[in-house]
């Protein structure tokens, strides 16, 4: 399962020594502790990680997904609270915002607000749903609901919107609901907030968003089979992976973005690369330093573990593989879905975290060198690297 997570936009008005210079907690989910929903660590520039005092954080329950508002650093989990209601199709959720003090304890800002999921259409089920989008601009944040037959076929989603008030918390409108795709896997946002695309297998989605918060379908002119969607953080281009046959290679296609959502593409896009370096399938993390872009995928040859493609941005748009990319995760599965990374806000160091069903007792942390490439961290993989989701900076 692929997995939306958020950079730090707000940090590109730093030059890169100051942007350096931050210190950072990290959290993660603490699955099945029985004692709260969110491990906490502060970790430095090289990725040490030391936990937290009162660690994990938050209530007993189950943890479903957690973002960070880049502009705010507030902090949004979601958690399914135990079941209220009588309908089993129906799972209760709770939205909590935190604000990080200087010890990196989430502090709860008021009430978690209440969630139900949108009625689930007859004869599919519920089989997940998570915190898809969090806004650059920091206004609002998004959960996709995800429904299957009792065979896993026929997948639909819908989308949720939640606005963020200046307080922190958020409020929605249950009956705006949204149709989004079949099985909707990356969700990304423009940086100005002002629209939003999602991919699913077969296409790309967008909806722009209004002054009054309500959402209106808008038809980016995308290519079909969509692996992984992007938007840099300056907001000029706009990034789709995808399949031009049924079986990868991938090809990349790259567009300039107009202030509307409107798509134009560059110069020799869509742009194939025939030893398979386009092979991504999780979320685009881009560099505090608009220079270089970073993303998981399958590995190039066949029997090798899943691998971080890495490149640099050059002046027209296109990504250019930096040298030693793909870079191989040692020990892991060649194909993994439960596989998620994150960056810190620093741009530092990558760590990547094996969240699947049967997860390994290690992970792994890559060191950003300042020409963008990756250096395994010297105890990489270990299990002392924990399962990272995101990261909140505190300038010191």
Request: aromatic share 12%; proline share 11%; net charge negative.
């Amino acid at each position: 399962m692929k997995k939306l997570q958020w950079i730090g936009l707000a940090a590109l008005v730093l030059s890169f020594s100051e942007i350096r210079a931050a210190a950072q907690f990290a959290y993660g989910p603490a699955a099945f502790s029985g004692l709260g929903i969110l491990n906490g660590f502060k970790t430095d520039q090289t990725g040490n990680f030391t936990p937290l005092a009162g660690s994990p954080f938050g209530p007993n329950a189950q943890f479903s997904s957690m973002v960070v508002n880049p502009v705010t650093n507030l902090l949004y989990a979601y958690y399914i609270a135990p079941e209220e209601r009588s309908d089993p199709k129906q799972i209760q959720g709770r939205v909590q915002p935190y604000r990080v003090d200087a010890a990196g304890t989430p502090v709860p800002i008021g009430h978690p607000m209440v969630y139900y999921p949108p009625a689930v259409p007859s004869g599919l089920f519920l089989v997940s749903t998570t915190l898809g989008l969090m806004d650059p601009s920091g206004k609002y944040l998004c959960i996709v609901n995800t429904t299957t037959d009792d065979e896993g076929f026929g997948a639909g989603t819908q989308l949720s919107f939640l606005r963020i008030e200046k307080s922190g918390s958020v409020i929605y409108t249950p009956k705006d609901v949204y149709p989004f795709g079949s099985g909707v896997q990356i969700m990304a946002g423009h940086p100005s907030g002002a629209f939003f695309f999602g991919e699913d297998n077969s296409t790309v989605f967008g909806y722009r968003v209004e002054s009054n918060y309500t959402l209106t379908p808008i038809s980016p002119p995308t290519l079909a089979g969509p692996w992984s969607i992007g938007f840099d953080p300056s907001g000029k281009y706009f990034y789709e992976f995808y399949s031009p046959t049924p079986e990868p290679t991938l090809a990349l296609a790259v567009f300039t973005v107009g202030s509307d959502g409107t798509l134009t593409p560059i110069p020799g896009s869509p742009f194939r690369d025939s030893t398979g370096g386009f092979d991504v399938t999780n979320p685009l993390f881009f560099h505090p330093s608009g220079k270089y872009v970073y993303a998981l995928g399958y590995p190039p040859t066949t029997g090798q573990g899943s691998s971080i493609y890495a490149y640099s941005i050059a002046n027209n748009g296109q990504l250019v593989p930096l040298s030693g990319s793909p870079y191989a995760l040692p020990g892991a599965a060649v194909i993994a879905p439960g596989l998620t990374m994150a960056m810190d806000p620093g741009g530092n160091f990558i760590v990547v975290s094996d969240q699947s069903y049967n997860p390994s007792n290690a992970n792994w942390v890559y060191l950003i060198q300042p020409d963008g490439t990756l250096q395994p961290r010297a105890n990489s993989p270990s299990n002392t690297i924990p399962s990272i989701d995101c990261f909140v900076g505190n300038p010191e």
